[in-house]
């Protein structure tokens, strides 16, 4: 899942819920501005705490956790550790980063 559907997941069960952002916002004891960014998806890491004090503002702790969160971190890890075997395999190749001399040299 990324950020965008995430962010999009939660506007839509806060606005479903009826709430604005100022009763999210007095719910949850985050910033009103700082909500705004995280359902716009301009957040792109949000912390686990955000996202734990916007569910349970929300009521939706537990579906929230059981189905999104879930999603977001498995994806996160997948990208992380295809990140690392790349670098990894870039490391051993044995003319990585080494200029090309030229012919007759």
Not at 19 to 24: E, G, H, M, R, W
Not at 47 to 61: C, D
Request: glycine share 10%.
């Amino acid at each position: 899942m990324a950020i965008g559907r995430l962010a999009s997941r939660l506007k839509g069960l806060r606005e479903k819920a009826g709430l604005s952002l100022s009763d999210l916002e007095q719910r949850t004891g985050l910033d009103r501005e700082a909500l705004s960014m995280l359902e716009a998806g301009q957040t792109t890491n949000p912390s686990l705490y955000s996202l734990w004090r916007y569910a349970l503002g929300l009521g939706q702790w537990g579906d929230f956790v059981a189905l999104d969160l879930a999603q977001l971190f498995y994806e996160t890890l997948q990208a992380t550790r295809q990140a690392e075997a790349a670098s990894a395999q870039q490391a051993r190749a044995p003319d990585a980063g080494l200029p090309l001399l030229a012919s007759g040299v």
